[in-house]
């Protein structure tokens, strides 16, 4: 359990928050819901008599208190083994990762992500767990890491105003209890997630650590006017993409009355969200490929190793997150990048949608890949496109049909029909007499596939 929690370093886990490895409770209630999800994580501390947002409201702690919370953990099966720490009125319960995944509790399987404890399933959380296995990236401990030569404290201490946490704690102290690093006899150890945020020259220790960004002069891979790579910590890596973007898109201005208004070409949530989802999940392990946000003149390309995490539906996506980098996930979500974890997929689209501009694409197998369109380009040349080779044998639905799926070839028939403003039933039948027709096919099964405009041979 390590030395005894004083007050200076309770306060500052109360400015910290509920996290990946914290958990405010003010009563008992669920509390074996929690041991669960942290047993199936990482392991993590509970703190009872502790609202929600970190004010204390206290807790008697009695021999039966105590007994009671040792049995619901041993109800749990298997057994999750805990340890109890009293501090003043707050009663700390260490709970360890455990040795014998999955746990589960009379209400199910539950998992840590972030500051909430997700239900899932049992084969959900067992494919997830095997496709961890024991050795996770951001949570390996990295010997070649020297706190004294290689430690940038600068880095540290911008994370820690971004977070909005006081250095009320010792350097040593403050990595440990963000869960970066950890006390071994003399030595402080950093994991990987600690050097990719507060390493000096993080390529010193791994080469995926890089954000690489590229503006075209075209919409093809031809022309390169610009690249930059940057490799200056997660924060500031996060910072310099979103700025480069910022600078290499497009702005109209809009002018009412005495105020001119600037209008970027795509919403700076969008692409936000897209650059610090890519960071934030991409496959840490995989050295080949890097972070790449390409530029084009009607598109921007943000791309990242690893598709989608082990145990996770893809008829989901969308719906439920599951991270690849715990320990990633959880320091960004306490600063302004991630305002909710899992919900970045969802803003992007509603970003999209309120900007009035095409559906975000995404693509997720051996990599993942999100396309920003630009709207009135991609609708102009996609138009012009398909109108030379339809000619007059599609109706005016049907044509619309055509430009959307070349505008989104993952587009379903319940978005069309939003799109385009007819029924679901009305959709289905006008694709069905373009398959007819021969000039629309369907790539792979109804869910996971894709539609294809055909090429047309002009008689």
Not at 324 to 343: F, P, Q
Request: proline fraction near 2%; charged fraction near 30%.
């Amino acid at each position: 359990m390590g030395s005894k929690m004083d007050k200076k370093e309770l306060d500052f886990i109360l400015q910290e928050g509920e996290g990946l490895k914290l958990e405010f409770k003010e009563s008992l209630g669920n509390l074996d819901k929690e041991l669960v999800a942290f047993a199936n994580s990482l392991g993590g501390r509970i703190f009872l008599g502790v609202a929600d947002s970190g004010n204390i409201k206290g807790i008697k702690t009695t021999n039966k208190l105590k007994s009671e919370i040792q049995d619901i953990a041993n109800n749990c099966d298997p057994k999750i083994k805990i340890k109890l720490e009293e501090l003043e009125n707050i009663l700390i319960i260490h709970v360890e990762e455990g040795k014998d995944k999955p746990y589960k509790c009379k209400e199910g399987f539950y998992l840590r992500q972030g500051p909430n404890s997700q239900k899932l399933k049992r084969d959900e959380i067992i494919d997830l767990i095997h496709g961890s296995g024991k050795i996770r990236f951001d949570t390996q401990i990295n010997n070649k890491f020297n706190i004294n030569r290689d430690l940038d404290k600068n880095k540290l201490n911008k994370f820690l105003k971004l977070a909005d946490i006081s250095k009320s704690l010792s350097t040593k102290d403050t990595l440990i209890n963000l869960g970066v690093a950890e006390a071994k006899q003399d030595n402080l150890l950093l994991n990987n997630a600690g050097i990719l945020f507060f390493a000096k020259t993080p390529e010193k220790f791994f080469l995926s650590s890089k954000v690489i960004c590229v503006n075209y002069q075209t919409n093809e891979k031809l022309n390169i006017l610009d690249r930059k790579i940057f490799d200056n910590g997660i924060i500031n890596n996060l910072q310099d993409a979103i700025n480069y973007v910022k600078k290499h898109i497009n702005v109209k201005f809009e002018i009412k009355s005495a105020k001119r208004k600037e209008i970027p070409q795509y919403p700076e949530e969008a692409f936000r969200e897209c650059i610090v989802n890519a960071v934030m999940h991409r496959d840490y392990f995989d050295e080949s490929q890097d972070v790449l946000i390409e530029v084009f003149r009607n598109k921007i390309a943000i791309s990242n190793p690893g598709g989608l995490v082990k145990g996770l539906n893809p008829k989901d996506f969308g719906k439920r997150s599951i991270t690849r980098n715990n320990i990633v996930a959880n320091l960004l979500s306490r600063t302004e990048y991630v305002e909710k974890l899992g919900t970045g997929i969802n803003r992007i689209k509603k970003a999209m949608r309120e900007a009035e501009l095409p559906q975000a694409v995404f693509y997720y197998d051996s990599y993942f890949e999100v396309t920003l369109l630009d709207g009135e380009r991609v609708t102009e040349r996609v138009t012009e496109r398909v109108t030379e080779r339809v000619t007059e044998r599609v109706t005016e639905n049907q044509m619309k049909i055509l430009i959307e799926i070349q505008k989104n070839r993952f587009v379903t028939t319940k978005e069309l029909s939003s799109i385009i403003g007819i029924s679901e039933r009305k959709i289905k039948e006008n694709i069905s007499k373009l398959k007819g027709k021969g000039l629309l096919k369907r790539i792979g099964p109804a869910k996971g596939g894709h539609w294809k405009v055909k090429e047309v041979q002009h008689e």
